[in-house]
């Protein structure tokens, strides 16, 4: 079922039957000109909105960079998020296993990011950030929160360019139940995903969420579009296809190392006795659930080249966050801000298949995707407002870098902040006192906390994260002082999850 954001239609009157012809026509003028009117509205509407905001100044001009942007001009945007997929599970960025056949062959015409990270490590916040480019602690929607009224975002922007704007998802997070892809026109999500599964269990199922897409992009024909697609796999409860389970089953995951806390975090006894699979079996089917992520976004690519549309379609693919297996005592992805959490693939096929460069070695972050595309289109964004980067300069090698530091936040009790740069991560815990830091040339798993043996870097990473923290909406400075007075977050509407919809957060594990 469709559900428009915005549905012009007429009053519902039904037609005179019985009039004369002439009398018909004798309306005609007149409906031109309400017409031409309305027509004439509409367009000073928007030109009054576009000039609601500063521009941001587009990246300069640059032979690979002309080149990108003559390719993309007139393209589609397709956004296909694989959620809980963590970048060091799949084959392209390292992983030994055969987990993303369709992943891997894309990479080779895409530019792959190989030090990306989320802002947040569950979905709804994670989510926010990639449509709106702005952190957590700006954006402010967590929990029942929706944005904040006169929020820029990717779809209410691509729709000003002209671009159709559609969602598709079957995570209730990822969805208009929980005030996220309201500013779409059009919405498929768990709703119109269910009536096509045999169980409600399965509707997590990608194979019922690319049915619906294939539906809206055969009668989209060349209208040019905007498409977020949120699959659930590798998410759980990992229900795929028999075949994809046997792939790994029984077998020992490559490289996994478990581990423990590094402070002895209030939930330790919930994630002790809460209902899981033992290791490895667990990681097995994490990694079945992403070989049925890696076929989706195969079916996706499928379906779109056989529309005829994607040679002209500006394809990314990413991931919400990352998931844990107990590597530092963490389990699934709401606590924590390792790198088993936080670092998430990033590939972006340029129409054509341009390809400027093979892979981005710099630290790059969720809030860039947002500039980057309205760069490369050349469609205007705020400057203010908007936290992220545009990565051209990186792809089209002007530059070799686009942060000094990025930033994650989690939940927990208490949260914990990562502050990365290059060569070092600090993590700091909500209650102003536990710190870590890691030097992550000699220890990429992190785990030997040096914060003693380093004060000069932990003192640098410190006031990267204060510097930070003051430029946010509603500062974090609780991080850095256990006593600081932190003011209430501004007004916004809130959702409340129906009993339907928290069944399905339940089943998703968000519930327990």
């Not at 891997?104 to 530019?111: G, N």
């Not at 040019?224 to 759980?236: A, E, G, K, L, N």
């Not at 699934?332 to 693939?345: A, C, D, F, K, N």
Request: proline share 8%; aromatic share 10%; hydrophobic share 40%.
């Amino acid at each position: 079922m469709v559900r428009p954001r915005a549905d012009f239609r007429g009053n519902g009157r039904p037609a005179v039957a019985n009039g004369s012809t002439k009398r018909r026509w004798r309306w005609m003028p007149w409906l031109v000109l309400v017409g031409l009117a309305a027509a004439t509205a509409v367009l000073l509407l928007r030109g009054r909105e576009a000039e609601t905001f500063a521009p941001a100044t587009f990246t300069g001009t640059a032979p690979k960079l002309d080149a990108l942007r003559q390719a993309a001009r007139d393209a589609n945007v397709v956004l296909a998020v694989i959620d809980a997929a963590r970048a060091d599970h799949i084959g392209c960025y390292g992983y030994l296993r055969d987990t993303t056949p369709n992943i891997d062959r894309l990479a080779k015409e895409s530019v792959r990011f190989e030090r990306h990270y989320c802002q947040h490590v569950t979905t709804k916040p994670s989510t926010v950030s990639l449509l709106t480019s702005q952190h957590t602690d700006t954006h402010l929607a967590t929990g029942n929160r929706h944005l904040l009224d006169g929020t820029f975002t990717m779809a209410g922007g691509l729709e000003r360019a002209r671009l159709r704007t559609v969602m598709f998802s079957s995570n209730p997070n990822a969805s208009p139940g929980a005030g996220i892809g309201l500013d779409f026109q059009e919405v498929f999500d768990q709703r119109d995903v269910e009536p096509l599964v045999d169980g409600w269990e399965e509707f997590t199922s990608p194979a019922a969420l690319l049915t619906l897409i294939e539906k809206w992009v055969t009668k989209q024909g060349r209208s040019r579009f905007f498409m977020y697609v949120h699959f659930d796999p590798p998410h759980q409860p990992y229900i795929q296809p028999e075949k994809m389970t046997k792939l790994f089953q029984g077998k020992q995951p490559p490289g996994f190392e478990a581990g423990d806390f590094a402070f002895p975090v209030g939930d330790r006894e919930l994630l002790r006795t809460c209902a899981r699979p033992p290791l490895p079996q667990w990681i097995n089917l994490y990694d079945a659930n992403l070989r049925y992520a890696d076929w989706a976004v195969g079916e996706l690519e499928r379906l779109l080249r056989e529309t005829g549309v994607f040679d002209n379609t500006f394809f990314i693919v990413t991931a919400d966050h990352g998931e844990a297996f107990g590597e530092h005592g963490y389990l699934w992805h709401e606590r924590g801000v390792y790198e088993e959490l936080t670092r998430i693939p990033l590939l972006i096929r340029f129409p054509g298949g341009v390809r400027p460069t093979e892979r981005v070695e710099a630290l790059t972050q969720t809030i860039d995707l947002l500039p980057t595309v309205f760069d490369t289109l050349m469609i205007p964004y705020p400057r203010e407002g908007i936290q992220g980067r545009s990565l051209l300069p990186l792809i089209t090698g002007l530059t070799d870098r686009a942060h000094d530091f990025v930033f994650c936040r989690s939940d927990g009790k208490p949260p914990s902040y990562l502050v990365r740069s290059p060569n070092w991560a600090l993590m700091l815990w909500g209650n102003g006192e536990w710190r870590a830091l890691y030097d992550l040339r000699v220890d990429p798993g992190q785990r030997r906390n040096v914060i003693e043996k380093h004060p000069d870097e932990a003192a640098e990473l410190l006031e990267a994260f204060r510097s930070f923290a003051l430029g946010q909406r509603r500062p974090p400075l609780d991080f850095l002082d256990p006593e600081a007075e932190m003011p209430p977050p501004p007004e916004a509407g809130e959702s409340e999850p129906t009993p339907q919809m928290k069944e399905r957060l339940r089943a998703l594990g968000y519930v327990r």
